[in-house]
């Protein structure tokens, strides 16, 4: 007899959870067995997240990545927190940005992973036009090739995991994708098990309280409230402090307003996004400028952006 919760569900277990998930169509290779057994083993660790990790690592060199990764929703589908990692020696991890980042960032992705489809991209640069944030995102991240799938939990999406490769264009073997969906059951079973035994305090979902930048030994978390602008420069951006410091981040502005609270900050041209409680000034004339809080430089302000600064200002 099954092992129930308190709420009926099947008790999770490494048992049922490779059970599950290791039901190849054919007889499995040596290699296979090898994997699923050294899983099974990782999945044993009492503290969950210890077996995510444990488990990111055992895939990532099978996938012969530089990148394993896994992220979780929120209850409402709209924003995604980067969960655990594994990076190949010398590969910058990212988990620790994506922290309450909106699905718009990953739009494309996040809509597959809803029709329980698995998203295979083997070069980011040929990726179509409609895609352009989500290849500004993975440009970002240096990848070349990634193959991500959804994490399903009794009928819901509760998270998504994959594989970057970030020194070389992929070429995944016919195992690799028939194995992505059994994987995707052991992952989830151990993402849920960590989701009930540690519920996150999930910021709320339009109000992300912080954003991180990357310095010289790693990455430095900022609250929104120092950061008074973000100017473009391309596929890159400056972000700007009230103190005069910046930083200057491999990140579009489009992934920028994707992932900050849309009633905070305004974009008022086609490279300027300002905070909105910075806003000390505004200049109307043939060319409309802001004065921001502490900042002597003016903000430019588009004729297409005009209306929206008079609705945020209430005029």
């Known amino acids: 007899m099954k092992s129930l919760s308190p709420n009926g569900s099947p008790k999770y277990s490494p048992e049922i959870a490779s ?11 040596t290699e296979e067995h090898s994997v699923w057994k050294l899983l099974a083993m990782a999945a044993t660790a009492a503290n969950p997240i210890t077996a995510l990790n ?8 099978l996938y012969r990545a530089d990148r394993a990764w896994l ?26 940005e994506m922290q309450g980042v909106s699905v718009d960032v990953i739009v494309d992705a996040h809509r597959k992973f809803l029709r329980r489809e698995r998203v295979e991209i083997p070069d980011v640069e040929r990726l179509p036009r409609q895609s352009r944030s989500l290849q500004a995102e993975l440009r970002r991240e240096g990848v070349r090739s990634t193959l991500s799938a959804g994490l399903v939990r009794d ?35 151990l993402l849920h098990r960590s989701l009930s035994e540690a519920p996150p305090a999930d910021l709320p979902s339009t109000t992300p309280g912080s954003i991180f930048v990357t310095e010289r030994n790693g990455l430095r978390a900022l609250s929104i409230e120092e950061v008074f ?27 920028w307003i994707a992932q900050l609270p849309r009633e905070r900050f305004l974009r008022v041209h086609q490279s300027y996004l300002v905070n909105g409680n910075r806003i000390a000034q505004l200049e109307r004339g043939a060319n409309w400028t802001l004065t921001l809080q502490e900042v002597p430089e003016p903000i430019p302000v588009g ?11 209430g005029f």
């Not at 059970?19 to 007889?27: L, T």
């Not at 924003?79 to 620790?96: L, R, T």
């Not at 004729?303 to 200002?313: D, E, S």
């Open 229 to 255: 602008f973000i100017k473009a420069d391309g596929d890159y951006s400056h972000v700007q402090l009230g103190n005069g410091q910046s930083y200057y981040e491999r990140r579009s502005l489009r992934t």
């Open 71 to 96: 992220g979780r929703y929120n209850e409402g589908l709209t924003h995604f927190w980067g969960v655990s990692d594994w990076v190949a020696p010398g590969v910058i991890s990212h988990v620790h």
């Open 303 to 313: 004729r297409a952006y005009r209306h929206a600064v008079r609705l945020h200002l």
């Open 19 to 29: 059970k599950r998930a290791a039901k190849p169509k054919s007889e499995s290779s």
């Open 155 to 189: 009928g819901t999406l509760i998270g998504f995991f994959g594989f970057d490769h970030v020194r070389e264009l992929a070429a995944w073997t016919a195992a690799d994708l028939d194995r992505i969906s059994a994987l995707g059951d052991f992952l989830a079973a």
């Open 54 to 61: 444990s488990s990111l690592a055992i895939l990532g060199p």
